[in-house]
C-alpha cells in the first residue's frame, strides 16, 4: 500500500530530482526541510543528494526508497 502511495508522489512530480526546500511539498508536508538538513547531517537521509548552485538536490528515486524503508504500517488497515 504504502508503496502505491510513494509511487503517487513520483507521478505528480515534475522533476527527476527534489530539491531540499522542497521536500514539504513533494512529501505533503510529511517531511520538513529542516528535519531533512539535520538527517542528512547524521548521514540518515536519502542517498545520493548533489548540489546544484546553492540548492541540495535528491533524486526522486531515492526520496521514494528512503520514505518506504521508514514508513510503517499503523493499525489493522
Avoid: H
Amino acid at each position: 500500500m504504502a508503496k502505491n502511495i510513494f509511487q503517487m508522489m513520483a507521478e505528480r512530480w515534475p522533476s527527476a530530482v527534489v530539491a531540499r526546500t522542497e521536500i514539504g511539498s513533494f512529501t505533503g508536508g510529511i517531511v520538513s526541510e529542516k528535519y531533512l538538513a539535520n538527517l542528512d547531517c547524521q548521514g540518515r537521509g536519502p542517498m545520493g543528494r548533489f548540489r546544484i548552485g546553492r540548492k541540495i538536490v535528491y533524486p526522486v528515486s531515492s526520496v521514494l526508497e528512503w520514505l518506504e524503508k521508514r514508513a510503517e504500517k499503523v493499525g489493522n488497515d
